[in-house]
């Protein structure tokens, strides 16, 4: 799935294409205005991935604390880029390393 593709999804879609990963299926969530989803799609997720998306939306909720403790665990240093800078990024590197 191209990037277009999946930000079409969330513009006409009632639910993220099911054979998405976690981390990107929160992040569509979110996109649609769905921040409690999404948070909550991720429970307790582990993976680097959910980590980074995790402290995509502590950093969107305002909670830099939480957000911090998530970057750490997703090993990705704290964005300071705008919040849509950061999905398009978070995205974009997520659907890279599914197509590989």
């Avoid at 950093?59 to 750490?72: H, K």
């Amino acid at each position: 799935m191209t990037f277009d593709e999946f930000f079409h999804s969330t513009q006409v879609a009632d639910r993220p294409p099911f054979n998405l990963p976690l981390a990107l299926q929160a992040l569509w969530y979110d996109k649609r205005n769905g921040w409690q989803q999404a948070h909550e799609f991720l429970g307790d997720g582990t993976d680097p991935e959910s980590a980074w998306v995790h402290a995509y939306l502590h950093r969107r909720e305002g909670d830099m604390s939480n957000a911090r403790y998530w970057y750490d665990r997703a090993r990705q240093p704290e964005c300071t880029s705008e919040l849509d800078a950061e999905w398009r990024q978070i995205a974009g590197a997520l659907l890279q390393d599914l197509a590989k």
